[in-house]
C-alpha cells in the first residue's frame, strides 16, 4: 500500500481533518509506544502487536496532518527520504548527526 492509498483510507474516517486534533492526537499516540517501551524497563514483557496498533494511530495521525494542510504522505515521505539521503550519503554516521550543515533541519 502506497502512502496515498493509505492516506485516502484512513481519512474515511475522519470527519473533518483539523490541524489541532491531528498534532495533538500524535503526540498523545507517540506518548502511548513511549509507554509501552517505560513498561518494558520496569519488567513488563514487550507487546510488539500493542505496539504496532500504537505505531498505527501515530501514521493515521500524520495522515490527518497532511490532509489538513493539503499535503500527500507519499510527498512527505518522498521528502524525508531525500533529505535523509543528503545528510547521510553513506548511511547514519554520528559525526554528520552531531555536526549538520547551516540549515539542515
Known amino acids: 500500500m502506497t502512502g496515498t492509498e493509505y492516506q485516502k483510507k484512513a481519512m474515511r474516517t475522519c470527519t473533518e ?3 489541532n486534533h491531528a498534532v495533538f492526537g500524535l ?3 507517540a506518548g502511548e509506544v513511549a509507554g509501552i517501551m517505560q513498561k518494558q524497563l520496569q519488567g513488563h514483557g514487550f507487546d510488539q502487536e500493542h505496539m504496532k496498533k ?3 494511530d501515530c501514521l493515521w495521525m500524520i495522515a ?3 490532509a489538513a494542510l493539503d499535503l500527500n504522505l ?3 515521505m518522498e521528502c524525508n527520504i531525500r533529505k ?8 547514519f ?3 554528520r548527526s552531531v555536526n549538520r ?3 539542515d533541519m
Open 17 to 19: 481533518p483539523d490541524i
Open 27 to 29: 503526540a498523545s499516540e
Open 54 to 56: 500504537e505505531l498505527g
Open 64 to 66: 490527518e496532518v497532511c
Open 74 to 76: 507519499d510527498d512527505v
Open 84 to 91: 535523509l539521503e543528503a545528510r547521510y550519503p553513506n548511511g
Open 93 to 95: 554516521e554520528v559525526e
Open 101 to 103: 550543515v547551516a540549515g
